[in-house]
């Protein structure tokens, strides 16, 4: 399965990210419904992942697509091809 996270802004890819990353995210941020795939985050979150062990590549990643704005909504699409 791939994962693709997405600024949910414009649509934009961020990156990709392996079904651990993923339960790692679903683990760590507050879903509305067990359909919610979208969530905020900001630099608060990233250094919450970093202190509960998540994965550097997922944490970079995500800093990198935060940049210098104050928070960002993402979302998360999951496709078998």
């Known amino acids: 399965m791939t994962i693709r996270i997405r600024n949910k802004a414009d649509d934009a890819t961020i990156g990709f990210i392996s079904e ?3 339960d790692f995210l679903v683990a ?4 509305e419904s067990s359909t919610d795939t979208d969530y905020f985050i900001d630099e608060q979150t990233l250094a919450m992942f970093e202190a509960n062990g998540g994965h550097p590549a997922l944490v970079a990643m995500l ?3 935060l940049a ?4 960002i909504d993402i ?3 999951a496709s078998t091809a």
């Open 28 to 31: 760590q941020l507050e879903e």
């Open 68 to 71: 210098a704005s104050d928070g």
């Open 75 to 77: 979302a998360w699409d």
């Open 63 to 65: 800093r990198k697509a």
């Open 20 to 22: 651990d990353e993923l």
